[in-house]
């Protein structure tokens, strides 16, 4: 029987595939397999998957036309056959002996899912990135972990490759994500594992090496993907309708929106001018969406820089486009357009 199924998305990386290969073969086991999913790359990466492959205990490459991350993941999902699974992505690499310790810790907690910390690098700085909860090595209930809304919660930390996932829950659909957004698919798939899944568990480990600052990754592409995070978070609050908590989870999801949205807006250069007013507009039509007593104490709770860009934002009014949306432009009370 398969133990762990680790699933690894590659599009277009050619230059880190071998540190990918390389870690994954010192993490090896007889019972692990390795599913490489290539997303129609254009490079080499697909004949460096190829090659490398036949060294590498229990893999094989899986190949779709070009998808986008949470479609590839899926299909990784739907193809795997282990008792846990686990996610890397394909520019990033594990120490040696991660993986074990991983497969360790789940038999030991029985848990439906596994939190780790995991180590960020720029260039050649490293920062350890602790998961955002101070029990450790204990199975908690996950909805206890979505809260407080002021501060950030595991919720907030929705990286899909910092943990593993159990079979019972991957057949309940809860380790599927949503394959129509192109980006921030992570933010309704975290909520919904912490609603819906029995327990979890934080773990000190520190194997995932996670690269920032690759070109081709969707976070340094400052193009129209980038909006999904609206269709992301209405997603969030439209699933919270109807949960037994929702009245008590709601103002995290509202501030968490919040957030995202001046973090947008304080890297609006990197879109075009045209993109940077859909953006505007876009966030103005989703705070105004957003229940206004919530929002306002949402707003009260965060630093005054950061609220204070949701405010103005907040009262300009989106202007209609032909077909009705809004996302031509913003316009403030007296009419002005602003970028």
Request: aromatic fraction near 6%; charged fraction near 25%.
């Amino acid at each position: 029987m398969v133990k762990l199924s680790v699933i690894v998305p590659f599009f277009n990386v050619q230059p880190f595939v071998p540190d990918a290969l390389r870690s994954l073969k010192a993490n090896a086991r007889p019972d692990f397999e390795f599913l490489l999913m290539d997303d129609g790359s254009t490079d080499r990466t697909p004949q460096l998957l190829d090659e490398g492959v036949r060294s590498l205990p229990g893999a094989r490459v899986i190949r779709r036309d070009h998808t986008g991350v949470a479609a590839l993941r899926n299909a990784g999902i739907d193809e795997a056959q282990g008792e846990y699974l686990t996610f890397m992505d394909g520019d990033d690499w594990l120490a040696p002996g991660y993986l074990p310790q991983l497969v360790r810790a789940m038999d030991e907690l029985d848990v439906d899912f596994l939190r780790t910390d995991h180590v960020q690098c720029t260039g050649s700085t490293r920062n350890v990135i602790r998961a955002p909860h101070g029990r450790r090595n204990t199975p908690i209930d996950p909805r206890s972990a979505i809260l407080p809304a002021d501060r950030p919660s595991l919720v907030d930390y929705p990286y899909s490759w910092a943990g593993a996932y159990h079979r019972r829950i991957v057949e309940q659909g809860l380790v599927h994500m949503p394959a129509h957004l192109r980006t921030a698919e992570d933010r309704p798939w975290i909520w919904r594992l912490h609603r819906e899944a029995k327990s979890c568990a934080v773990v000190g480990l520190l194997g995932v090496h996670y690269r920032r600052g690759v070109n081709t990754s969707l976070t340094q592409i400052g193009d129209e993907r980038q909006l999904d995070f609206v269709r992301s978070f209405d997603q969030v609050i439209a699933e919270l309708a109807g949960d037994p908590d929702e009245e008590r989870f709601l103002p995290k999801a509202v501030r968490t929106y919040c957030a995202i949205i001046a973090h947008h807006l304080d890297n609006i250069d990197r879109f075009e001018p045209a993109l940077a007013r859909r953006l505007k507009a876009q966030s103005a039509a989703a705070l105004n969406r957003l229940p206004a007593d919530v929002l306002t104490a949402a707003l009260d709770s965060m630093d005054l820089e950061r609220s204070a860009k949701i405010r103005r934002l907040r009262w300009r009014v989106p202007a209609r486009g032909p077909g009705g949306d809004a996302d031509a432009e913003v316009r403030d009370d007296a009419g002005s357009v602003n970028a």
